[in-house]
């Protein structure tokens, strides 16, 4: 299977609302064992269809052993109690910083066939879910990030800009 290139920061893509998933199609059908071939390939644990140029609300996750791909997928509910851990992102290679984020969450989203589905998550796959849904409102981990950080984090970010116009 060739694989699906990442899309790197700063492609205009990455910063865009992804568009609702109607009618699963072929053509959807055949992007999503794409988007887990990329993912893993690229040795990731979640990945957005924007990552791969695809202004689609469609997300694959590695939830243990297991691989999980979810259709316009929507947080209903949050954790009061939230966490910080580290974070990285394979649009934002070699970039890593602590993300604090809501420990638990429930989110609500349709399957590969179509059935609509509530999911309770906690933990690792809580993060990679809030992180992936992120991409699908146009935000990067940068964006959850001070200022400040981001301003120490420019030579880093623009060596990255360099990159993506090759």
């Not at 939230?82 to 989110?107: Q, W």
């Not at 879910?129 to 420019?154: M, S, T």
């Amino acid at each position: 299977m060739a694989s699906l290139e990442i899309t790197i920061y700063p492609n205009p893509i990455l910063a865009k609302k992804a568009e609702a998933v109607g009618d699963v199609t072929p053509g959807i059908k055949e992007l999503m064992p794409q988007m887990v071939f990329a993912m893993q390939e690229n040795d990731g644990i979640g990945l957005a269809a924007p990552q791969v140029n695809v202004s689609k609300r469609i997300i694959v996750i590695q939830d243990g052993e297991e691989v999980k791909t979810y259709i316009n997928p929507r947080i209903i509910h949050k954790s009061r109690e939230k966490h910080l851990d580290e974070e990285g992102c394979l649009s934002l290679p070699g970039i890593f910083f602590d993300v604090r984020r809501p420990s638990s969450i429930e989110v609500e989203v349709q399957t590969p066939e179509g059935k609509l589905v509530k999911i309770k998550a906690e933990g690792l796959t809580a993060r990679i879910l809030q992180h992936e849904i992120d991409h699908l409102e146009g935000k990067l981990i940068i964006n959850r990030i001070p200022f400040w950080r981001r301003w120490k984090l420019r030579e880093q970010l623009q060596e990255l800009k360099n990159y993506a116009i090759r």
